[in-house]
């Protein structure tokens, strides 16, 4: 009888509230000991961009920024805060559209994110005029998590996906996708492999990540403040030098620009 396919994905609970320096890794650890979910080798763990982008210092006070006359003039067609819209053209590294009308702004990231607001968040966190950016590089950020793993660990050996909730071509509703990633390949290829009819598969290749960041967002609800899941059962590629780049669309094919 075949193995039946099987994929855990529980949510870590007790992690605190993150103010800034601590170690990720360690904390992350600890907490899925204590839940008695000790983390194993072959795990992947979901983690989300908020906790990160708190731990590196990347919440901004809009009292600190002083907004230019091209956000000044769109904040006023749009009642937009000036401020936000000037944090959001510093972080982008170019604008895709901007429109007065409906008060958007959908721009490329510095990190290469095509999203809206350059993924400039105000949920949970602290403080009425204080956002989070995103981390400055979150494919480094996830290498860190994972080498803090092993370190406390003794060497169990993760991969480590960074999650976000984004917008998505042609759907309503938000889904959690993937914006860095460690020790795992991101997209799993199935070109030159065969279908149960014998069809070679030409094109088909999964973002993989993104699925498990997706389902990771299940058991780590917003509201609920559980910031990381750990998904135990699902057979990824290691990869070593992995980086979230493959799972971002050249511009050349990108149908929307």
């Known amino acids: 009888m075949n193995e039946v396919p099987r ?7 007790g992690i605190p509230e993150i103010t800034g320096g601590e170690s990720l890794g360690s904390l992350i650890s600890n907490a899925a000991h204590t839940q008695d979910t000790p983390l194993e080798s072959s795990d992947v ?6 906790i990160i982008s708190k731990a590196e210092h990347r919440l901004i006070d809009l009292n600190r920024i002083e907004p230019s006359p091209l956000a000044v003039n769109f904040a ?3 009642h937009k805060d000036a401020r936000l819209v000037e944090l959001v053209l510093r972080e982008s590294r170019a604008v895709i559209r901007m429109e007065s009308e409906r008060g958007i702004i959908i721009s490329e990231t510095r990190q290469g994110f095509v999203c809206a607001n350059a ?5 949970n966190v602290p403080g009425e005029d204080v956002v989070c950016l995103l981390p400055e590089d979150s494919d480094r950020s996830a290498r860190k998590i994972r080498d803090e793993i092993a370190s406390v660990t003794g060497g169990v050996d993760v991969a480590v996906v960074v999650s976000d909730t984004f917008g998505r071509a042609w759907r309503d509703g938000h889904a959690n996708i993937a914006i860095g990633v460690a020790g795992m390949n991101p997209v799993k290829d199935y070109r030159g492999t065969y279908d149960v009819n014998g069809m070679e598969l030409k094109v088909t290749t999964i973002a993989a990540a993104d699925e498990l960041a997706a389902a990771a967002e299940l058991a780590m609800a ?24 493959p ?10 620009r």
């Open 7 to 13: 994929i855990e994905v529980i949510g870590i609970t």
């Open 45 to 50: 763990l979901v983690v989300t961009q908020k």
């Open 76 to 78: 006023a067609e749009t």
């Open 119 to 123: 993924g400039i968040d105000a949920s």
């Open 222 to 245: 917003k509201a609920i403040q559980v910031p990381v899941a750990l998904i135990r059962g699902y057979d990824y590629e290691p990869m070593q030098d992995a980086t979230i780049a």
């Open 247 to 256: 799972l971002i669309r050249e511009r050349s094919k990108d149908m929307f």
